[in-house]
């Protein structure tokens, strides 16, 4: 393999200073293999004149109100090319490496249907992993996750999920026996106090029972409470 596309999507609201900073990162890697495609919720900023600026330079862009996050994530997967890779970044995020074309292939030749890269957020390293502890929390952060488009051709995101849609798309590709390849070259930065740093423990639930069993849940509940009252502790003692 000589050479991989990859569709990398922005999705944003009123954040035309992030993402006009998450833009210009983007295009100046002067990856010939990247195509930026852009979904913007109709917002009320200056976002329109930012896309307008980088118009030849873009995939794809389009600023009209949507259903939540994971609508206009489904938008972005509809619009990525179906030769591609596809990975998500919000508005303030960065890319810092990508892989490498050697990368996407498996040790018996074949190309891996999953990348897994890193993730900086502030700083502490998300490092990714695709094993049966996904089962129980997210462990494969999205913003370094690069899935090929064929082996889901069309817009995978429950819209009826609010925060971890992500982490459903991710547990039906592990149980239906995709794997996942970790790459160490491949890493980004995800600004912090995103959506998920605020989890939803019923959302929690119904995504791990729907996917694991009851068990899962009730274990994936006091995961992530015990998550948040470490934190809220951590931020007393500061």
Not at 111 to 133: E, I, K, T
Request: net charge neutral; with cysteine.
């Amino acid at each position: 393999m000589n050479s991989m596309t990859i569709s990398v999507i922005i999705v944003c609201r009123d954040a035309c200073a992030a993402l006009e900073t998450t833009l210009r990162e983007m295009l100046e890697l002067s990856d010939q293999r990247v195509r930026v495609i852009v979904i913007d919720g109709g917002s009320n900023d200056e976002t329109l004149s930012v896309l307008d600026a980088s118009r030849d330079r873009l995939f794809y862009y389009v600023s009209e109100p949507d259903h939540g996050i994971y609508d206009a994530m489904n938008k972005g997967w509809a619009a990525a090319a179906d030769d591609s890779y596809v990975m998500y970044l919000g508005a303030g995020d960065k890319v810092l490496t990508l892989p490498a074309p050697e990368d996407t292939l498996n040790p018996d030749g074949t190309q891996a249907p999953v990348l897994m890269g890193d993730c900086l957020m502030g700083d502490s390293l998300f490092v990714s992993r695709w094993n049966r502890s996904m089962r129980h929390h997210n462990t494969a952060h999205h913003q370094a996750l690069l899935i090929h488009k064929r082996i889901h051709p069309s817009p995978p995101f429950d819209t009826g999920l609010r925060i971890f849609g992500d982490w459903d798309f991710n547990l039906r590709l592990f149980n239906a026996g995709i794997h996942a390849k970790h790459v160490k070259r491949f890493r980004t930065y995800a600004l912090p106090g995103g959506a998920s740093s605020k989890p939803d423990l019923e959302e929690v639930v119904v995504v791990a029972t729907r996917h694991s069993g009851a068990w899962a849940g009730r274990v994936a509940w006091a995961r992530y409470r015990a998550f948040l009252m470490w934190r809220e502790l951590r931020r007393l003692l500061i």
